[in-house]
């Protein structure tokens, strides 16, 4: 059974940076794109960015320039730094796999941004 555990969430002032990771345990294989969602209290969860497997990478454009996606192929695991982060950026965090068409997904991070 394939299980995602995101890590990294947590507490930061504005302005501040958090680095969120997201491992996959289990056989899971060729890993398709891996992206970090998001979804704030009262909003949809929405697309934060996506890597595919062959490292290219699409961003919302609220963030672009502030978070990068990257991934570790050998670990299964997808990261996701956060810098100049605002209070809008406050939600919880998921982290989606896909693998031959399965749809993966972890029980989510808290990131809060007080105002």
């Known amino acids: 059974q394939v299980q995602l555990v995101e890590s990294g969430g947590g507490l930061v002032q504005p302005g501040g940076s958090l680095r969120l990771s997201c491992a996959a345990s289990g056989h899971i294989f060729s890993i398709n794109a891996m992206s970090w969602y998001r979804e704030a209290p009262g909003k949809r969860r929405e697309l934060v960015a996506a890597i595919t497997s062959g490292h290219s990478t699409n961003y919302a454009d609220s963030v672009k320039g502030r978070f990068t996606i990257s991934r570790d192929n050998a670990k299964n695991t997808v990261y996701l730094q956060m810098n100049s982060l605002e209070p809008e950026d406050t939600a919880v965090y998921y982290c989606?796999?896909?693998?031959?068409?399965?749809?993966?997904w972890g029980k989510g991070t808290l990131v809060t941004v007080p105002s």
């Open positions: 989606n796999f896909i693998s031959y068409g399965m749809n993966y």
